[in-house]
Nanobody, 130 residues
Framework: QVQLVESGGGLVQLGGSLRLSCTIS????????VGWFRQAPGKEREGVSC????????YLRDSVKGRFTISKDTAKNTVYLQMNDLRPEDTAVYYC???????????????????????WGQGTQVTVSS
């Protein structure tokens, strides 16, 4: 059974940091790309960062470049999103998602841009106070 479980969300002050974790069961990171998406109240869901299977590259949306980092631990089958210098506009429910896409940067970017994925987690709330 495939499961994606997010953790690490919470309330943080402006400029603070959080690390989100997406622990996966039912498949390995060698076979699936994983992305972090977020949805703020009244807004559409958007891709934040995606990481390809094996060494398929990483993608970050412009608004989080220099502040967020995506990484993975294949031994733990877990993908992380390190978020630094958080801003109120980062407030949202963050979801991780997984999809079998080609091993290329273009495919990783498309996953984040389009937002389609085979499997989704339940989400974790991130709130940044000013």
């Amino acid at each position: 059974q495939v499961q994606l479980v997010e953790s690490g969300g919470g309330l943080v002050q402006l400029g603070g940091s959080l690390r989100l974790s997406c622990t996966i069961s039912g498949f390995t990171l060698d076979d699936y790309a994983v992305g972090w998406f977020r949805q703020a109240p009244g807004k559409e869901r958007e891709g934040v960062s995606c990481i390809g299977k094996s060494d398929g590259g990483t993608y970050l949306r412009d608004s989080v470049k220099g502040r967020f980092t995506i990484s993975k631990d294949t031994a733990k089958n877990t993908v992380y999103l390190q978020m630094n210098d958080l801003r109120p506009e980062d407030t949202a429910v963050y979801y991780c998602a997984a999809d079998q896409i080609p091993k290329s940067f273009a495919a990783v970017r498309a996953m984040c841009d389009v937002g389609g994925a085979d499997y989704w987690g339940q989400g974790t709330q991130v709130t940044v106070s000013s």
